[in-house]
């Protein structure tokens, strides 16, 4: 299909030209591509919030409303391969250092919308009426840009018949754990042709950290993870009398470390490459586990934190303490944020949360289409931020800016899972 783009959008002719070429590859036939690269396009350029209308608007004589949203919620084509494509292209065109997990949730006015139900949200420490979907990005210093998606859906959806029916939710989506629910996200891209190994890095606290590490062992994965300050390790450190008897709070074993701490300069890239400066101190230690099950050791428990202010401001659980130096570490960590900046930059302006529609293959064709939106900007960085033809970004209230991925600093910032 050809589409008349605007100047600012042309610019980028080409990056648009060779997403498509392997996004639409999966679609036989020829009347979905057309609307796949519609869609596309309306998610590049129509102004505000990214409704049906509002994209039937912006690509003006191309799609109806109606055949659009025929196209997202009860059209045939299957969003697994179009996620392949992306991924693909993702890596080619920003390769990754690391796979970050990062939640994302979507405020729901009603309770007709796919997995909408009451959630505890902690960041906002209340309970609202939410969506809750798990995001899996390919993330490096200078860029990030989702790969997958995950909906978890909550057990009143999955036991209710007449929920399921509406929803048209496949029979084969079971219940599933918020830990589980993370882990299935970020296993479906591993097991996509040509996915590099990189490391998961995510905010672990409040997940089953046990849980998490031995499947990712098992998958040969290796992760960093932030851990809550009370969770309990056990150490045969010889620098921690006493504190090797048994299982230990994790902020006891690095809070008895504190004359072992060292300076450690890493770059930050944002907005522009500066130096700055960390303390870090890291201990061998091991995931005690209930009897009968071996227990996860050779991990090491890092703690950070800026010079003058409380220690330990962060801590870390890796897998990865023997093959990466601690700046190399610091700055996996850090792509948590970078995550959260393009969230708000990018994924806000192209309607990754806007989907407003009832059905389970609605809401994943959406957000399939609004991650390869996210791509083509990201990919053309600096210069695509500014494809993206809406105004300025809304401003949110509180509510508004906690949920649209806030990006406050780390140590400041509660848990963002709830389950």
Same mark, same amino acid.
């Not at 042309?10 to 498509?20: K, S």
């Not at 990919?379 to 990006?407: F, I, K, N, Q, Y």
């Given at each position: ?10 610019? /980028? ?56 949203? /025929? ?34 949730? &979507? ?31 390919? !993330? ?6 989702? $790969? ?6 909550? /057990? ?7 929920? @399921? ?17 993370? *882990?299935?996200?970020?296993?479906? $891209?591993?097991? @996509? ?37 009370? /969770? ?14 048994? !299982? ?23 907005? &522009? ?19 009968? $099950? ?11 934190? *800026? ?5 330990? !401001?962060?801590?870390? *659980? ?25 969230? $708000?930059? &990018? ?55 906690? *949920? ?16």
């Amino acid at each position: 299909m050809s589409v008349a783009l605007s100047p600012r959008l042309d610019l /980028h002719r080409d990056v648009l030209d060779e997403l498509c070429s392997g996004l639409f590859t999966s679609m036989f036939r020829s009347d979905q591509r057309r609307k796949g690269m519609s869609y596309l396009y309306g998610l590049l350029t129509a102004p505000g919030r990214k409704s049906m209308r509002n994209i039937a608007a912006a690509v003006g004589g191309h799609a109806t409303e109606q055949s659009l949203h /025929h196209f997202i919620s009860d059209s045939t084509w299957d969003w697994a391969p179009v996620r392949e494509a992306l991924t693909d292209y993702t890596v080619r065109a920003m390769p990754p250092q690391a796979w970050v997990v990062r939640p994302m949730v &979507i405020p729901k006015a009603g309770n007709d919308s796919v997995g909408v139900g009451r959630r505890f949200c902690p960041t906002l420490g209340q309970a609202l009426n939410a969506q809750h979907a798990l995001g899996v990005w390919a !993330a490096s210093d200078e860029v990030s840009s989702p $790969v997958n998606w995950r909906l978890h859906l909550p /057990h009143a959806w999955l036991r209710d018949e007449r929920k @399921r029916s509406r929803a048209s939710i496949p029979d084969g989506v079971g219940e599933e754990s918020i830990t589980d629910c993370v *882990l299935e996200a970020y296993l479906e $891209v591993a097991s @996509r042709p040509g996915v590099p190994s990189r490391p998961v890095v995510l905010d672990a606290r409040c997940l089953d950290i046990e849980r998490l590490a031995r499947r990712l062992r098992a998958a040969g994965t290796p992760w960093l993870v932030r851990i809550g300050t009370n /969770h309990r390790l056990t150490t045969d450190d010889v620098r921690l009398p006493g504190l090797t008897s048994g !299982a230990v709070p994790a902020y006891q074993l690095i809070g008895a470390l504190r004359s072992a701490r060292r300076l450690l300069n890493w770059t930050d890239h944002e907005p &522009i490459p500066t130096t700055r400066t960390d303390l870090v101190a890291a201990v061998r230690v091991g995931l005690p586990t209930e009897r009968g $099950v071996d227990e996860v050791t050779d991990l090491h428990l890092i703690g950070t934190g *800026l010079v003058g202010h409380p220690w330990p !401001a962060q801590l870390w *659980l890796t897998d990865l303490g023997d093959s990466a130096a601690p700046a190399e570490l610091l700055r996996l960590g850090k792509l948590v944020d970078r995550v959260d900046r393009d969230a $708000v930059d &990018i994924g806000e302006r192209v309607g990754l949360r806007d989907f407003s529609g009832r059905s389970f293959a609605g809401w994943h064709r959406h957000v399939t289409l609004a991650s390869a939106a996210h791509a083509l900007c990201a990919s053309t960085d600096p210069g695509a931020r500014a494809v993206v033809e809406a105004p300025a970004p809304r401003t949110p209230g509180a509510r508004g800016r906690v *949920l649209g991925w806030a990006a406050r600093r780390p140590e400041t910032r509660r848990p963002p899972w709830s389950d």
